[in-house]
């Protein structure tokens, strides 16, 4: 994974040229995507216990030594479940969102996770980022806006860059493996992926819908493809705040 001649830190962070401000959210203007456009759209997740996913394709070409992954999931589950799911051949839980009962998330990173305990839902859409950090091996979780004490794991550990993504189910070996009972059920948006750790008013930027830097998957111009009982359809009302 290490041997691909990738000059570590080559990803300007936090240089200060992304805007602040442009607090309205706005469709694109310019060239139109090149997947459908799911601005304002969800993916719905029909059945429970599920067999369908959605893969995601990222513009991924060096390994990640850091990283920020955010989504919007609204669920009744109460059985584990996960959120996001980063395979590589070498590791099925590279990157891994998963929450086990509903008031716990595990944040995986190279098959090590760490646990964040979190308020029973009230039946109320969630947002959460992950962050993790190489360098310090810092993992940050953001709820609804809000960060979570920080925990660490795997520290100099490196996220290879060929993985399998897919929203739905959990995999257990490269692209497959899944557990039914493991797989989401309800509503799931707003999925991002940097390989950077974004700074805490991105992650409340996120949270809000605001203007975001440019990331390796982007909700707006996602390239995704269904895999079964997943449907896509308008959100029935604006997840902010109250
Ligand atoms: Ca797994």
Redesign the pocket.
Known sequence: MLEQGVTPGGTAEGSGTVREGCGTPQPPTTSPPLSPDLYRKVFVFRKDPSDAYVVLRARLEQPLHNFTVCLRSYTDLSRPHSLF?Y?TKAQ??EI?LFKPKPEEYRFYVGGKFVTFRVPESRRDWEHVCASWESATGIAEFWLNGKPWPRKGLQRGYTVAATAAILLGQ???SFGG?FDLYNSFSGELTDVYLWDTGLSPDKMRAAFLSLRLPPALLAWKSLSYEVKGDVVVKPRLREALGA
Do not use: K, P, T
């Open positions: 799911s395979a099925d839980n891994l959990e995999q257990d493996g």
